[in-house]
């Protein structure tokens, strides 16, 4: 275990669908992150928040939503995905916003049929 | 923006030969460059780093080279290990600047026994 923890590790949704993505950590970090990983392209950062604070949007569409609650806790709320959107969603968070080596969830893997 | 090339996208090697791979950047004031390595149904996990106020930075069998004015630097791992069969990720970013870790494609290491 790497201090962030993603839930759940595996999900299969159909286009119609709603559901959330959870990504937690306890490492005292005040920054943390959505990155996508599809097959043979590089990580894609979508979002970034720093102390609870949305600070980038890196033009992802509006069917993914993110929420952070508290510095601890990063979602992914998904509404009418498309099939190009599956993909390995992974969260990280550093202690600072830009500063310092990221630490990555295990990521949760998904599917859109 | 900042962009990183990161070379061979696969490579195999035999147990207790060495591996380098290489990354160029663009923007020369990136100053932060970490190493990732991602196994199997894991996210990935940093290694390495180096800033560009050192030139080289090792740890155990692992060593990161940086070449400010050719903007690239290397990761080099030695006397390899089954267990060193991963994907390897550069990136680099500017802290204090963009603070925005752009990663390569990766590298798909395979270390055969």
């Known amino acids: 275990e790497t201090g962030v923890t993603q839930t759940p590790r595996h999900l299969v949704m159909g286009m119609t669908n709603k559901k959330s993505l959870k990504c937690e950590q306890h490492?005292?970090?005040?920054?943390m992150y959505w990155y996508k990983q599809s097959a043979k392209k590089p990580l894609e950062l979508m979002f970034v928040?720093?102390?609870?604070?949305?600070?980038e949007n890196n033009s992802v569409p509006s069917r993914f939503s993110p929420e952070c609650p508290n510095s601890s806790h990063l979602f992914l709320h998904l509404h009418t995905l498309q099939p190009e959107d599956s993909a390995l969603y992974l969260c990280?968070?550093?202690?600072?916003?830009?500063?310092?080596?990221?630490?990555f969830g295990s990521g949760t893997r998904l599917t859109v049929v | 923006g900042e962009n990183v090339e990161q070379h061979p996208s696969t490579l195999s090697v035999q147990e207790g030969d060495s591996a380098v791979i290489k990354c160029t950047y663009s923007?020369?004031?990136?100053?932060?460059f970490p190493w990732y390595k991602q196994e199997l149904g894991k996210g990935p996990q940093l290694i390495i780093d180096?800033?560009?106020?050192?030139g080289e930075k090792k740890d155990q069998r692992i060593a990161v080279t940086l070449n400010k004015t050719a903007k690239h630097f290397s990761l080099h791992i030695t006397e390899t290990l089954p267990e060193d069969s991963a994907v390897y990720f550069c990136?680099?970013?500017?802290?204090?600047?963009?603070?925005?870790?752009?990663f390569g494609k990766g590298t798909k290491l395979t270390v055969n026994p």
């Open positions: 990280a968070s550093s202690l600072e916003r830009g500063r310092g080596g990221y630490t």
């Open positions: 490492l005292g970090h005040n920054a």
């Open positions: 928040y720093s102390l609870e604070e949305r600070v």
């Open positions: 923007d020369s004031a990136s100053n932060y």
């Open positions: 180096i800033r560009s106020n050192v």
């Open positions: 990136a680099a970013s500017t802290e204090g600047g963009s603070e925005k870790l752009v």
